[in-house]
C-alpha cells in the first residue's frame, strides 16, 4: 500500500499550512485554522498526518471519548489520491481508538461521496443512521457509519 516514502505520524502546528490547503481542496464546508489549532490541544482529540517527502499528502483525526470513538475528518490531496493513504490513515485512526480502548468507532459522511463509503465498508463499517440536513452547505444529509472493535 503505502511505499517508504510515505509514514504517518502525529499532526503538529507546523503541519497547519499544507492541512488547510488540503482542507480547502476537499471539502464544501472547511474547518478554520483556528478549529484545528484547538483540536491539537484537546486531551480527547488526536489529529494524524500522512507525510511524503516533507510535504503533507492528507490527515485524519479521531476523539475518543471513554468508550467510543468519533472520526472527525479525513482527507487526501488531490495530488496523492488513490494510493492508499486515506485507507493508511483510517487504520492508524482504528489503532488509536483500540490503544484508548474504544469499542466502537463512529463517523459521518455525505451520500454523493461514494469513494469513502467504498472505503469505509472494505473496512467493515456499516450504516447505522442518518443525520437529516446535516450539510449545511447543501441540506444533505449525512449517513452515520460505525464500526465495532470488540
Known amino acids: 500500500m503505502l ?19 488540503i482542507e480547502h481542496e476537499a471539502f464544501s464546508l472547511p474547518w478554520s485554522r483556528d478549529s484545528y489549532l484547538g483540536e491539537l490541544k484537546n ?25 467510543e ?18 485507507l493508511a490513515l483510517m487504520q492508524e485512526t482504528e489503532k488509536i481508538a483500540r490503544a484508548k480502548q474504544a469499542i466502537r468507532i463512529l463517523l459521518e ?19 447505522t443512521g442518518v443525520r437529516k440536513a446535516y450539510y449545511t452547505d447543501n441540506g444533505e444529509d449525512a449517513i452515520i457509519m460505525t464500526k465495532l472493535l470488540f
Request: aromatic share 14%.
Open 3 to 21: 511505499n517508504q516514502e510515505f509514514f504517518v505520524r502525529k499532526m503538529t502546528e507546523q503541519d497547519l499550512d499544507e492541512v488547510m490547503r
Open 43 to 67: 486531551s480527547f482529540a488526536d489529529y494524524l498526518v500522512c507525510d511524503f517527502a516533507g510535504e503533507i499528502a492528507g490527515y485524519a483525526g479521531i476523539w475518543v471519548v471513554f468508550e
Open 69 to 86: 470513538a468519533h472520526i472527525t475528518n479525513v482527507a487526501v490531496s488531490k495530488k496523492y489520491r488513490s494510493r492508499g493513504i486515506g
Open 109 to 127: 459522511v455525505r451520500p454523493s461521496n461514494q469513494v469513502a463509503i467504498s472505503m469505509y465498508e472494505s473496512l467493515d463499517y456499516y450504516q
